[in-house]
């Protein structure tokens, strides 16, 4: 009966992980500390994945999860809804994107994450940092300012830190470059 209601209670996590966004970044991090402003932002970002809000634009101060959330978190569940998804992470340079990268196929290698989204599964070798595949044709692609992005299309842009500091960001060079690359 033990066992039988272990079962019970992993399948009713699963589905509480795969239905909201916060539930599953207390299962894949267990000491995840929430905030109401980690409420409030996971909600608008479910709205985002549910296609209801098109353009998100996220400004809270440093240190206060916006990276942990809307980059590590959102796209390996982003994926877990539909595996055949596509998505690109876009910052300041390739370096930090490999670094989302990395984490974001770590907790997709968890066997949490195997529990929560059973049919998303990673292509063999298909999950290099700057680029992870699924099974079902999804594709995650982790990108630096300037790095390669002709040709290439998502179902969810992301766009986190683009600017590394107070002098790019003072710099009208620096701004027009990295419009160039965006645009």
Known sequence: ??????????RRKAEAARADLI???RQM?????VGKHHRI???ALQEVVKGNIL???ITLPPRHG???LASKKLVPWFVGQDPSQSVIFATYNQMYADDIGRHVRN????????????????RKGGAAADRIETTANGLMVFVGQGGPLTGRGAHLLLIDDPVKGVEDSNSPSA????WEWFT
């Open 1 to 10: 009966l033990g066992l039988i209601l272990d079962e019970i209670e992993k």
């Open 23 to 25: 539930e599953f970044c």
């Open 29 to 33: 991090q267990p000491d995840y500390k």
């Open 41 to 43: 932002l996971a909600a």
């Open 55 to 57: 353009r998100l634009i």
């Open 66 to 68: 916006k990276t942990e």
């Open 107 to 122: 907790l997709m290698r968890m066997p949490v994450y195997n529990q929560i989204f059973p049919n998303t599964q990673l």
């Open 175 to 178: 701004r027009n470059k990295l």
